[in-house]
């Protein structure tokens, strides 16, 4: 099964009015933590739901499966494609007294990451691009949006030209279409990624505009890109985890605003004037 096809929690869904009890009973055990079906046998599951293996056996091609190892397969592709109710741990494991180190140890780990991949030549490249740009555009959707408005805001201070997309109530072709050369775009593309992200990069690509493309590990190495940065998201829980991509975002504002020399220092100044007039700020 592949990307297009539904996922395993839809197929289970829409299969259970079809469903004898001792299937349903299966059906909705599974449906309590689905993601947890990749960590079992099919011996496991029956005793854990209460049914014999011939009913698991059943159950999963009546879903369409042609073996309960294919079903797995699927439900750990649908976990590392993000969807959180997949990533959801059984009680006993969420109820553990560790899970605020596991939780803060995984954080770091990415951080450490980070600090061993990334390059400071390479976003230092990036924030003389941005303040040399035409306009900088910084895009983002679902979840990559608020790092996309964060570093816009930060940026702000010393970039007068900014663009934050998705705008609300605008498709992108109204903006997308006024992207030139000239100008610096960068781009957010945490899973789970939206459908239409190719497309979008591929207009990217004929823009001629220099391209940062900011992903999680998952993502496939880009050349289309002029640069491409990549922050692990592995997370103790259900959510990704994201402190990497904010360390990344913080970092790159912080350069943009020291590289701005004299002229980033005179908005900076004018803008505290103002704050200080309207007494917007304490």
């Known amino acids: 099964m592949n990307a297009k096809n539904p996922s395993f ?13 001792s299937e349903r009973r ?13 960590s079992y046998t099919a011996t496991e599951l029956a005793g ?35 969807a959180a109710l997949l990533r959801v741990e059984g009680h006993a494991q969420a109820a553990s007294d560790d899970l605020l180190h596991r939780h803060i140890h995984q954080a770091v780990k990415n ?11 390479m976003l230092d490249e990036v924030a003389a ?25 930060q940026i702000l201070q010393v970039i007068e030209h900014t663009a ?8 992108l072709a109204e903006s997308l279409v006024s992207i030139t050369p000239d100008d610096c775009v960068i781009l957010f593309g945490l899973k789970r990624r939206t459908a239409d992200l190719d497309a ?3 207009q990217l690509e004929r823009s001629g505009a220099e391209v940062l493309y900011i992903t999680d590990e998952s993502a496939p190495s880009n050349e289309r890109v002029r ?8 997370a103790a829980g259900p959510l990704f985890n994201h402190v990497a991509v904010l360390a990344l975002c913080h970092f790159l504002a912080t350069r943009v605003i020291e590289l701005s020399g004299a002229e980033g220092r005179r908005r900076l100044t004018g803008i505290e004037a103002i704050h200080e007039a309207l007494d917007e700020l304490q």
Request: charged fraction near 20%; charge should be positive; proline fraction near 4%.
């Open 200 to 202: 979008v990069l591929a």
């Open 26 to 38: 299966l059906a909705e055990f599974i449906l309590t933590f689905p993601g947890e079906l990749a």
């Open 227 to 234: 640069w491409h940065a990549v922050c692990r998201t592995a």
């Open 129 to 153: 691009a941005m303040l040399a740009a035409r306009r900088v555009w910084v895009m983002g959707f679902r979840s990559s949006h608020p790092f996309a408005e964060y570093l816009n805001w």
């Open 48 to 82: 854990l739901a209460g049914v014999s293996n011939a009913t698991v056996t059943r159950f999963i091609k009546k879903l369409g499966y042609r073996s309960f190892e294919e079903a797995r397969q699927h439900v750990r592709d649908n976990r590392e494609e993000g």
């Open 111 to 121: 951080l450490d990451h980070a600090s061993q991949h990334l390059s400071q030549a």
């Open 9 to 21: 929690v839809s197929l289970v869904k829409a299969a259970l009015p079809t469903l004898h009890p």
């Open 164 to 171: 934050l997309l998705p705008r609300a109530g605008e498709t």
